[in-house]
């Protein structure tokens, strides 16, 4: 099977081109596989880029630990720079089918190449029921989240994934480690939920680590700092242009007056190989 290494902000997946290539029935076993960084190729998960009826492709993806998500933000960056860099298709504004809609992306190009994406991520999800999580409110926002002995204050917000986010006074191990895990798995979390940990540096500067639902610590999460931004917003501590730092680098996003989220960052292709399974 032949793949392209990529990665966004440093939230790197094996990508694999449905258009040519047949994979096993098993998808979730093989992206287990191909992430392992002992065994495998390394990396967050697989992501599948297939034709599509309604779009210019369609993004299937897969966390690390074999389930599959309804929207990768940093990876739907990657599937249009690999769709243009590859001439599936030759235009500079794409449409991607992903779990959460049809999407809309500008690409910017250095030369031949698309070097940064800016991606219309559609409007938040704001009801408990759909995001989905048990807590009070439409979204849940500074609501109570027992945690071991801690009590925690978050603000809940789907991108088509879920996502619950904490304000802390510093972003550390403490948090995206200790706490993190234990947010995943909250009985809360219906479908478990990514779990954003913020800093805010000012209204208009956030830093960011996430523990993502199925992967672990990430470099990067797009939705994500998405549904972070929507958080500063809501809970009265960002503007909704704002600029978020994450490990692997920088995601620019906007909350727009007509309620859709743009965010806008780097796509970059690492490698091309051949898996040839677990021989
Ligand atoms: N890193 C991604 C999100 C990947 C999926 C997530 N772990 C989930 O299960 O929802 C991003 O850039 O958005």
Known sequence: MKFTKMHGA????????????TLPEDIAS????????????????????????????QM???????????MCGNGVRCVAKYVY??????????????????????????GSKVSQVRVNM????LTSAEIPTLLP?????????EVGAQTLE????????????TFVDEVNDHWVHGIGPQVEVHPMFPRRVNAEFIEVISP???????????SGETQACGTGACASAVAGVLTGRSERNVLIHLPGGDLRLEWADNDEVFMTGPAVEVYQGIWRGTQ
């Open 10 to 21: 440093g939230n790197d997946y094996v990508y694999v081109n449905c258009f040519e290539e």
């Open 30 to 57: 093989l992206a287990i596989a191909v992430s392992d960084r002992h065994t495998g190729i390394g990396s967050d998960g697989l992501i599948l880029i297939c034709p599509s009826e309604k779009a210019d492709a």
């Open 60 to 70: 299937r993806m897969f966390n690390a630990d074999g389930s599959e998500s309804e």
């Open 85 to 110: 860099d590859h001439g599936i298709s030759n235009q500079q504004t794409l449409k991607i089918e992903t779990g959460a809609g049809v999407l809309s992306l500008d690409l910017e190009l250095a």
């Open 122 to 125: 559609g409007k938040p999800i």
């Open 137 to 145: 409110g439409d979204p849940p926002v500074n609501a109570p989240l």
């Open 154 to 165: 978050v603000t809940c917000v789907s991108m088509g994934n879920p996502h619950c986010i």
């Open 204 to 214: 208009a500067e956030l830093k960011m680590r996430v523990w993502e639902r199925g």
